[in-house]
């Protein structure tokens, strides 16, 4: 596991854009994973501003989600299966960017979670949806109570895993990733079985 600290957010942000626009360089057809929420912002932001700048285009690369709240797809329990089946067909995740809760959940696998799991549905806890009640105009009970999410096992297949994250709030979720005992009480300690992952 590489860990780099940076004096910024933006200058992590920087970093993360790097890693994308370097894969990309060497392969325009890419496959991304893209996490959603607010840690990744800033590697997108760097990246729209390359893009616009035209020192680099994502045209010919494709993206896969982490995970989606419960409510905007009807067939679930199908909708993880072809989701499993459309990354293999394309050839897997090449670059994984990942936020992490301060639960230290990667995706929606909160603590608990198998970390051999695949795409499935998962109840988000509490303290998930009370961190992301800012997403919902700051009303806890707005937030679904269910996602369907990447699984633990689907992650640590993606050959490069870049896991961004900034903040006083994660600090622990941070210290249990890189320095705590594997475990799924700490579902991000998973990461310490990749070869390839750059914090
Ligand atoms: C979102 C995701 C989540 C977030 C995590 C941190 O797609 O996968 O694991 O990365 O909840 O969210 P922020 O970055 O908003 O603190």
Redesign the pocket.
């Known amino acids: 596991m590489e860990v780099i600290i940076s004096a910024t957010p933006e200058e992590a942000g920087r970093l993360g854009a790097d890693a994308i626009s370097e894969l990309l360089q060497r392969r325009p057809e890419a496959v991304l994973g893209v996490?959603?929420?607010?840690?990744p912002l800033i590697i997108y932001d760097e990246l729209g501003r390359r893009v616009a700048q035209g020192s680099l285009s994502l045209a010919e690369a494709r993206a896969f989600m982490?995970?989606e709240y419960v409510g905007l797809a009807a067939d679930l329990v199908g909708a993880c299966e072809a989701y499993e089946r459309a990354i293999a067909d394309a050839g897997g995740i090449d670059i994984q960017i990942?936020?992490?809760?301060t639960d230290g959940?990667?995706?929606?696998n909160e603590p608990g979670s198998s970390l051999a799991s695949r795409t499935r549905i998962k109840t988000l806890t509490r303290q998930?949806r009370i961190?992301?009640a800012r997403f919902f105009g700051g009303d806890v009970e707005s937030v679904p109570r269910h996602c369907l999410t990447q699984g633990i096992g689907t992650i640590l297949e993606a050959r490069h895993i870049v896991l961004v994250a900034s903040g006083r709030r994660k600090a622990e979720a941070v210290h249990q990733l890189v320095e705590g005992p594997v475990s799924a009480m700490w579902p991000a300690t998973a990461l310490q079985l990749h070869p390839n992952v750059t914090v």
Do not use: M, R, V, Y
């Open positions: 996490a959603t929420g607010s840690s982490l995970d990942l936020g992490i809760g959940h990667i995706a929606f998930t961190d992301n």
